[in-house]
């Protein structure tokens, strides 16, 4: 098991930080563009699981996999979307993720006045902060396929 990647969007598409760990494959388009489509799948998913579920969905969307990879997902009340990429054996994320906005976003970008919100994370203590914490995860393999 492993993790692939990770973003996180403010609530107008604008990535504001990704990580990559075990990615073995590039898009073959600049980053910019890989953060649009990504940011454009979200959109379209969210809108149609809520057009189209037949029941009340509180939480939403929350994940999907293709038969390569996992896609997790966790959306703040503030619109802040963090999206994870994982391998298909790795269980829901949502609780990992929720975690990840609030002991390490809440507390080295909300709550630091040096950060500037809605801007790209320029943050070296959250980006090492972040690298430890997905690091330490019982699913992060480097050696994974």
Known sequence: MT?????????????????EWNRKKQAGISKEE?????Y??????????????????????????????????YETPTGIKIVMNTDLGVPNCRDILHQI??????EYIVKNPLCVLGETLQSELFN???DSFIRALP???????
Do not use: W
Request: net charge positive.
């Open 3 to 19: 993790i692939h990647n990770l973003y996180i969007f403010d609530r107008n598409g604008t990535c504001l930080h990704y990580s």
């Open 34 to 38: 890989e953060y649009k489509l990504m």
């Open 40 to 73: 454009g799948m979200l959109f379209s998913i969210r809108s149609f699981v809520s057009k189209m579920s037949p029941l009340d969905m509180k939480d939403g969307f929350v994940a999907f996999q293709t038969s390569r990879y996992k896609l997790h997902y």
């Open 101 to 106: 906005y609030s002991t390490l976003y809440v």
């Open 128 to 130: 090492s902060r972040l």
């Open 139 to 145: 699913f992060f393999n480097v050696r994974a396929a």
